[in-house]
Nanobody, 113 residues
Framework: QVQLVESGGGLGQPGGSLRHSCAAS????????MSWYRQVPGKERESVAD????????RYADFVKGRFTISRDNAKNTVYLQMNSLKADDTAVYYC??????WGQGTQVTVSS
């Protein structure tokens, strides 16, 4: 079965950096677009970034452009989200997502001094 297991995140300082990883299993990872979403309590989940199956195509939400980088290693079945220049507004639960309604467990990111 499809599994998406996230790690990383945690507590970051404004202007600092954090990195998420998402290890995938149960499907042919290199054939699927992968995404990161986030959710703040009381608000709807919002798309953060996508990466195409080969890794050459990426898309970012305007609010993270120039600060976050999505990447993938198809040999390791892993997708990453590098978060730089963190802001307090980046505080949220971050999810790794595969097309078809498959979501990771979510990891909390808190940006605070």
């Amino acid at each position: 079965q499809v599994q998406l297991v996230e790690s990383g995140g945690g507590l970051g300082q404004p202007g600092g950096s954090l990195r998420h990883s998402c290890a995938a299993s149960g499907f042919t990872f290199s054939s699927y677009l992968m995404s990161w979403y986030r959710q703040v309590p009381g608000k709807e989940r919002e798309s953060v970034a996508d990466i195409g199956p080969s890794g050459y195509s990426t898309r970012y939400a305007d609010f993270v452009k120039g600060r976050f980088t999505i990447s993938r290693d198809n040999a390791k079945n892993t997708v990453y989200l590098q978060m730089n220049s963190l802001k307090a507004d980046d505080t949220a639960v971050y999810y790794c997502v595969r097309l078809g309604g498959f979501w990771g467990q979510g990891t909390q990111v808190t940006v605070s001094s």
